[in-house]
Nanobody, 116 residues
Framework: QVQLVESGGGLVQPGGSLRLSCAAS????????MRWFRQAPGKERELVAA????????DYADSVKGRLTISRDNAKNTVYLQMNSLKPEDTAVYYC?????????WGQGTQVTVSS
């Protein structure tokens, strides 16, 4: 049974930090690229960060470059999203995604709210 379980979301003040985690099981994690998406109320889901299966390559949306960092630990089947200098516009539900060729899996999402 494939599972992607996100954690680490919550309420944080502008300028603060959060670290999201996504624990994977039920599929060969180290063979899959991993991505973080987010969806704000009334907006489409958008890709914010991606990492290759080996962790050698990463990519970011322009809106988060320099503030968010994606990483992974293949020994722990976990992908992370370190979020620094958070802004109110980062408020969204954050989703973990695993992708390999035509196969992809989604987590259930974790809410991040940036507000004073």
């Amino acid at each position: 049974q494939v599972q992607l379980v996100e954690s680490g979301g919550g309420l944080v003040q502008p300028g603060g930090s959060l670290r999201l985690s996504c624990a994977a099981s039920g599929f060969p994690f180290s063979r899959y690229a991993m991505r973080w998406f987010r969806q704000a109320p009334g907006k489409e889901r958008e890709l914010v960060a991606a990492i290759s299966s080996t962790g050698d390559s990463t990519d970011y949306a322009d809106s988060v470059k320099g503030r968010l960092t994606i990483s992974r630990d293949n020994a722990k089947n976990t992908v992370y999203l370190q979020m620094n200098s958070l802004k109110p516009e980062d408020t969204a539900v954050y989703y973990c995604n695993a992708v390999r060729i035509t196969q992809f899996y989604w987590g259930q999402g974790t809410q991040v709210t940036v507000s004073s």
